[in-house]
C-alpha cells in the first residue's frame, strides 16, 4: 500500500491511481483517509450446492452398502434433486477413495459364529488335453483360524459348493455364517434398490446346510472386520515349498496340499491371536453347528457365461441359442446327461440338446423370432428383408402392340 502513498505524494490523482494499480476508486479514497490498513479481500462463502441437502441421505446409503451411482441417482430424483448424474459421481469419487483407505476395524469373532472363504488362482496344469488354470480354495474359521484348502482347475458352482462340503466334514460341522468376497459364482448382482442378488443354487444350498451367507461390500474393507487372505497364505507358503519338485497331477497336489494344512497352516502360532491354531480350534469345534446327517448337497456344475450380441452362449466349446432379448446378459449353463440348460436367475430360458463335437451351433428357430429390425443399433447397417417373386407384367390392350410391330407410335 506504500505505493498508493507515494503516488498521492507525487499529485498522482484518485482516478490515475487506480487505473495504474488496479484498486477500485472508492477503495483507495478508504485508504488514503487512513479508514484501515489497505483493502482486504477474504474468500467468498461457497454457494450452497444442489446436492448439498442429500448428503446425509447419500451417507446413510453408502453405509449400507449402496455405491451405483445411476441407483443413487435415481432414488435422489424421487426425493426432488434436481443436479445431474456428473455431480454425484464427482462427490462419489473421493468417498470411494476414502472409503479403500479406510483402516480395517478389527474385531474378533466368537467360536462357531464365522468362516471366510478366499479363491484365487494359483497357476496352471499342463495335461494331456492342454493346459488348464488353476485355483485354490480356502476356508478359514474366524475364531481360531483353522484353515481348510484345496486346489482345482475351474471355478464352477458344483465346484465350490463340493469344497464346501469337504471342509464341513473335516470340521464336522457348520460355521453361522461365511463371508465372501465378490466372486460371481455366489451372486448375481445388485437389484434395483442395490441389494445383493444371490445365485439362486447357492442360496438354496446356504440354506440346507444351514448358514447365513454374507457379501463383503464393494470399496467397504472394514466390513470383513478382520482380513484372512488364505490364497494368499496358499501361494506364499504352500507353493513356495513346492518349487523344484512340482506335484504330478491335481490329486497329487491335493494330497501334499492337505498335509501342509495339517501340519503347518494349523499348527502354527497366528500372527493376530498370537496363540497356536489347533489350541483354539477345540472351542471352534465345539460351537460349530451341527450337520445333522444330512446328506451332500446335490451338486450342480453351471458357468457363468456372456450371451453374444448374435444370442449364443458358448460353452465347452460349442454354442447354444437362446432367447434375443437376453443378448448381452450375463447366463447360468449347465449340463444336465443328455441336455444343456441355460438360466438367466432363477428362469430357465433355453434346453438344447448336448452338442455332439466341439465347434458345433446348437439353434432353435423361436430364440430369434421377432428381432426388431435395427436391433444393435449404435450406427450398424439398415438391412431389410425382400420376399422374391414371380415378375410383374403391365396388362396392355393388344392394338398397342399393333402399333408397335408397324412402326407406329412408341
Not at 15 to 34: H, M, N
Not at 272 to 278: I, K, N
Not at 324 to 334: L, Q, Y
Amino acid at each position: 500500500m506504500q505505493e498508493i502513498r507515494e503516488l498521492q505524494r507525487q499529485g498522482v490523482g484518485v482516478r490515475a491511481i487506480s487505473r495504474l494499480t488496479g484498486w477500485d476508486r472508492k477503495t483507495i479514497r478508504k485508504y488514503l483517509a487512513g479508514a484501515g490498513g489497505g483493502p482486504v479481500y477474504g474468500p467468498r462463502q461457497a454457494r450452497p450446492g444442489k446436492l448439498d441437502p442429500f448428503k446425509g441421505y447419500l451417507n446413510q446409503r453408502l453405509q449400507a452398502g449402496v455405491w451405483n451411482a445411476q441407483v443413487l441417482l435415481r432414488e435422489l430424483r424421487e426425493r426432488s434433486y434436481g443436479g445431474g448424474y456428473t455431480t454425484l459421481k464427482a462427490w462419489l469419487q473421493p468417498q470411494r477413495r476414502a472409503a479403500r483407505s479406510a483402516a480395517v476395524r478389527r474385531y474378533e469373532t466368537p467360536p462357531g459364529k464365522q468362516a471366510q472363504v478366499d479363491w484365487g488362482h494359483l497357476g496352471s496344469l499342463a495335461g494331456e488335453n492342454g493346459e488348464a488354470q488353476l485355483w485354490g480354495f480356502a476356508m478359514t474359521l474366524g475364531y481360531s483360524r483353522r484353515v481348510f484348502a484345496e486346489a482345482a482347475t475351474d471355478q464352477r458352482l458344483g465346484t465350490l459348493l463340493r469344497m464346501h462340503e469337504a471342509a464341513f466334514a473335516e470340521w464336522g460341522g457348520v460355521p453361522e455364517e461365511i463371508l465372501y468376497d465378490r466372486m460371481r459364482a455366489v451372486w448375481t448382482g445388485v437389484d434395483e434398490r442395490g441389494e445383493i442378488v444371490w445365485n439362486p443354487i447357492f442360496l438354496d444350498f446356504a440354506r440346507y446346510r444351514g448358514f447365513v451367507p454374507r457379501l463383503c461390500r464393494p470399496y467397504r474393507a472394514p466390513t470383513k472386520g478382520k482380513v484372512e487372505a488364505g490364497v494368499k497364505y496358499v501361494r506364499r507358503n504352500f507353493l513356495c515349498g513346492l518349487l523344484g519338485r512340482e506335484p504330478s497331477g491335481l490329486g497329487e497336489l491335493n494330497r501334499e496340499l492337505r498335509a501342509w494344512t495339517a501340519e503347518v497352516a494349523n499348527e502354527r502360532v497366528h500372527g493376530t491371536t498370537r496363540e497356536r491354531v489347533l489350541a483354539r480350534w477345540e472351542a471352534d469345534r465345539a460351537a460349530l453347528q451341527p450337520l445333522r446327517g444330512l446328506p451332500p448337497y446335490p451338486f450342480v456344475d453351471e458357468e457363468l457365461r456372456r450371451v453374444a450380441r448374435d444370442t449364443d452362449v458358448a460353452w465347452e466349446g460349442s454354442r447354444y441359442s437362446v432367447p434375443w432379448r437376453f443378448a448381452g446378459a450375463e447366463v447360468w449353463v449347465k449340463g444336465r446327461g443328455a441336455e444343456v440348460e441355460v438360466r438367466h436367475g432363477a428362469d430357465r430360458i433355453a434346453v438344447h440338446a448336448r452338442a455332439m463335437r466341439r465347434h458345433q451351433v446348437v439353434t432353435r428357430g423361436e430364440h430369434h423370432a421377432g428381432i426388431p429390425l435395427g436391433a444393435g443399433g449404435g450406427g450398424g447397417k439398415t438391412l431389410v428383408h425382400l420376399q422374391a417373386g414371380a415378375p410383374v407384367v403391365e396388362a396392355r390392350p393388344l392394338a398397342v402392340y399393333d402399333r408397335v410391330a408397324c412402326g407406329g407410335a412408341q
